[in-house]
């Protein structure tokens, strides 16, 4: 073991971090700026979650309640958990895991973080300003024609961390074609990597568009030039097609890393090889693929043509069946395990149970005439938060507890973690699990008034809501506080398999003393008990 | 392996840097595609619905302008392959000649299609600022407008760069920066170069051509 | 070999590029009705690939190359395919 310093004390100079091209501490940046966005996030679900305890509007205006679900949308899909797990724990463990000293492209790695931020406070000020009321889907022509909200400024910020998203996607696809160490081929990589590729594909190839449609938003609103204006012959219809091919692939952004990091933490804290490896690679393939064909589901009563919902809602049950593909094959991989309940276990198996609620919800959702009936209620905003927020964010405090010792060299306090862990799971459920009763009900998404009968689900939806913001602060706490006073961690505190577990917690700047070469098999916990060196 | 100071730290040789940095850029091409590729199926929907008023838009267009840069255009990525091309033969003079040329045709593009924006603002087809168009489907004839300058204009900023960064790229030929063994930023920004022609070409079609028969 | 006189491979390409050219022009001129379009797009495409093909050295490249550079395009025809699907076909 070398005594070269760690990347986090390799240089204290501010402009070390704000200049860095080291992966690692691009990294620490975006993990910074994330939290701040989830916060801010949180802020606006605050105010709605108060509001909605009473059935009447008293806690705020219309107007306001408008601009708050928008915020809380915008910044949570663009600002939270489009970049999360990929920019934060993809950035620091891609090139570990790879064998490299770092991505293909340090600099313009640097640069997506600029990006983001530049792109993240613009929007932000377009909030501070006064925010905007179109929900954080700016349909056409409210929000280039009528909506007296800051829409431009809004949508250049969005517009911004699109390129942001772009540059970490081109960065991951090159990284993983040309940068593996020798003897790792296609089929010997962790499938964190296999989720993180099918993630990058769909970030260049969908993020365009959305810069596209965000583009001509801005220019109908700014000059008029009237593209999406029915009185020119404009079509409202065709905003959607263009908005909705970026943002349905988008929600598999918003899922494909939580389940790449399932798939490590379910092997690791079962010490079994997951089960149907190439299944599971491939299908993380097929989920990014066929997810470019179901977009207009989110149009299904829009007025596209019949035929078109047809050809939407048959993709829409296909895509669901790679994903349903991973599932049983996480569950077969704890069949005969040996399980430990650490506190990455605890996520990844609430990972299953949440993203499964959330899966079979969305085919309800499929179904055109099941759709018919509840969209736009809260039946689709529990759907959708069960797998963002129970899925997603679930998996990504699993990743980050899991990779925590190597990020920061030091161990979490165990037993907080799970209390957390426990806690967040009560919370979530009790939050959103009273929507799906809510949207049956027929109770409408974006409204603060509503009929008394609701009342009871709203309240419960609330209370549960306060928990689960106590449960996430837990962690911010437990885990600011692991790392002046947290034990230190050894290189491999799990016995893993992986590359990145064969560095020093934290890694030095340049990750590996020698590139190492891989000869096993992944996963291979063949040898109980102890994981081995990954080299010949 | 000796290490050239060309060669960044997190490559292995050369051979995988240059290789890295060619999928890179037709990664960020890919994009291209689907950027203006919303652009154009927004045209082609457009179209669909309101042909007549799409054809008489397009009779409005200069066709002598258009077709005159794109064989400008087609010109300068003829250059800049041909450039590419001597820098293999370690030919750096003469590659920094063909560059600069090539960036010379880029601005005489930029320049042929400020004039072509002055013609169609005199005659009142700017949407937004002063569209009054005649006949039927006037609306829909705004409509081929904005798609009109919303991607041609965002072409030549797309030229603008590209003309910088064959200067540069000439540039640095000329210092003998690149060799027969090196020379991949060269190659990469004659892919850049030789897309934004080919979205050129497609546009011209697009824009120039409906509706003359 | 001198680098003053162009490889022939590049001169042929621009050459055939300029041909294309005077011929879409011509072309939009005859009253073709739906045939009009087919050849204006199905001309800029040949010219396209002639640039991609020759210029950007895809004929040369790996597979892997030409992967990505179809990618794009492949991408976009599923924008446009289920868009266009749902424009002609509403009542």
Redesign the interface.
Same mark, same amino acid.
């Not at chain 2, 960044?8 to 292995?12: D, E, G, L, N």
């Given at each position: 073991m070398s005594d070269a310093p760690s990347y986090l004390t390799a240089d204290n100079r501010l402009r070390s971090w704000f200049l860095t091209t080291d992966h690692k501490r691009v990294a620490i940046l975006y993990f910074a700026t994330i939290t701040l966005f989830f916060f801010v996030g949180g802020a606006a679900a605050t105010v709605i979650r108060l509001e909605l305890m009473t059935p009447q509007g008293d806690l705020v205006t219309s107007d306001v309640y408008n601009r708050m679900f928008t915020m809380h949308g915008v910044v949570m899909v663009w600002f939270f958990l489009i970049p999360s797990i990929p920019a934060t724990l993809g950035n620091f463990v891609v090139p570990l895991m790879i064998g490299a000293r770092d991505l293909a492209f340090p600099r313009l790695n640097l640069l997506s973080w600029y990006l983001f931020l530049i792109g993240g406070l613009t929007t932000l000020y377009a909030v501070f300003v006064g925010g905007i009321d179109t929900g954080w889907t700016f349909y056409t022509p409210f929000s280039t024609m009528y909506s007296n909200s800051h829409v431009v400024l809004a949508v250049t910020g969005v517009f911004i961390a699109g390129f942001s998203s772009i540059l970490t996607g081109l960065n991951f696809i090159v990284t993983i074609h040309r940068l593996r160490a020798p003897g790792l081929t296609w089929y010997r990589l962790p499938l964190f990597l296999w989720s993180l590729y099918a993630t990058a594909v769909i970030l260049v190839l969908a993020t365009p568009v959305l810069a596209m449609t965000l583009l001509l938003v801005a220019l109908d609103r700014f000059a008029g030039i009237g593209i999406f204006d029915p009185a020119k012959g404009g079509d409202p219809l065709l905003f959607q097609h263009l908005f909705w091919f970026y943002s349905h692939p988008a929600v598999y952004i918003m899922i494909l890393p939580g389940m790449g990091v399932v798939s490590e933490l379910i092997s690791c804290f079962s010490r079994k090889p997951i089960f149907g490896y190439k299944f599971v690679a491939w299908s993380a393939i097929a989920i990014a693929v066929a997810g470019f064909f179901v977009w207009g589901h989110h149009m299904f009563v829009s007025g596209q043509s019949v035929f078109a919902g047809l050809v939407f809602s048959f993709m829409s049950f296909i895509v669901a069946v790679p994903s349903a593909i991973k599932v049983f094959n996480w569950t077969a991989t704890l069949h005969k395990g040996w399980i430990r309940f650490d506190a990455p276990m605890l996520y990844a198996l609430a990972f299953i149970g949440l993203f499964t609620t959330g899966g079979l919800t969305g085919l309800f959702l499929a179904c055109l005439a099941y759709d018919v009936y509840v969209t736009d209620t809260y039946f689709v905003v529990a759907h959708f938060h069960y797998i963002m927020v129970g899925g997603m964010v679930t998996a990504y405090f699993g990743g980050l507890h899991y990779w925590w010792p190597k990020i920061t060299g030091r161990m979490y306090p165990e037993y907080w973690a799970r209390a957390a862990a426990i806690l967040i799971f009560f919370g979530f459920n009790m939050t959103f699990f009273p929507q799906f009763v809510l949207g049956v009900l027929g109770m409408p998404r974006r409204y603060h008034v509503y009929l008394p009968e609701f009342q009871v689900w709203h309240v419960m939806s609330s209370f549960g809501a306060s928990i689960l913001a106590v449960a996430y602060l837990l962690p911010l706490l437990y885990l600011g506080w692991s790392l002046f006073f947290g034990r230190r961690a050894p290189a491999n505190p799990w016995g893993a398999t992986g590359l990145e577990w064969q560095t020093p917690s934290p890694p030095p700047t340049y990750n590996f003393e020698t590139t190492p070469s891989v000869t096993r098999r992944p996963y291979d916990y063949s040898v109980s008990g102890q994981a081995h060196a990954q080299n010949a | 392996m000796r290490r050239t100071p060309e060669l960044?730290?997190?490559?292995?040789d050369l051979d995988?840097q240059q290789?890295?940095a060619?999928?890179?850029m037709?990664? =960020?091409?890919?994009?291209?595609?689907?950027?203006?590729? /919303?652009?154009?199926? *927004?045209y082609? &929907?457009?179209r669909?619905?309101?042909p007549d008023?799409f054809a008489a838009a397009a009779r409005h267009t200069r066709?002598a302008i258009g077709?005159g840069n794109?064989?400008i255009m087609?010109?300068s990525?003829?250059l800049?392959?041909?450039a590419v091309?001597?820098l293999r033969?370690n030919?750096g003079r003469?590659?920094a000649l063909l560059f600069w040329c090539a960036a010379a045709l880029g601005v005489a593009f930029l320049g042929f299609k400020g004039v072509e924006y002055a013609i169609e603002y005199r005659e009142r087809l700017v949407?937004? =600022?002063n569209f009054v168009a005649g006949g039927a489907?006037a /609306?829909?004839q705004? *409509?081929f407008f &904005?798609?009109y300058?919303?991607a041609t204009g965002l072409h030549a900023i797309h030229v603008a760069i590209g003309v910088v960064v064959l200067i540069v790229v000439g540039w640095r030929s000329r210092a003998r920066a690149y060799s027969t063994r090196y020379h991949a930023p060269a190659t990469v920004a004659?892919?850049y170069w030789?897309?934004v022609?080919?979205v050129w070409?497609?546009l011209?079609?697009l824009i120039?051509?409906?509706g003359?028969? | 070999m001198n680098a003053w006189v162009p490889p022939r491979h590049l001169v042929l390409s621009f050459a055939a590029l300029l041909l294309l050219l005077g011929l879409t022009v011509t072309v939009a001129y005859l009253p073709l009705g739906p045939m009009n379009t087919v050849l204006a797009l199905g001309i800029a495409t040949v010219k396209a690939t002639i640039v991609m093909a020759v210029f950007m050295e895809l004929r040369k490249s790996p597979a892997l190359t030409i992967a990505f550079a179809a990618a794009g395009f492949l991408w976009l025809s599923i924008l446009l395919w289920l868009a266009m699907a749902d424009v002609l076909t509403r009542g």
């Open positions: - | 960044a730290p997190q490559f292995v995988q290789d890295a060619s999928l890179g037709w990664t =960020f091409l890919a994009t291209e595609v689907l950027f203006f590729g /919303g652009l154009i199926t *927004l082609c &929907a457009y669909t619905m309101h008023a066709i077709a794109t064989a087609l010109t990525s003829f800049v392959a041909w091309w001597c033969l030919q003469i590659a949407p937004g =600022f489907g /609306g829909a705004q *409509l &904005a798609f300058f919303v004659g892919l030789h897309f022609d080919v070409v497609v011209f079609a120039y051509l409906p003359r028969s | -």
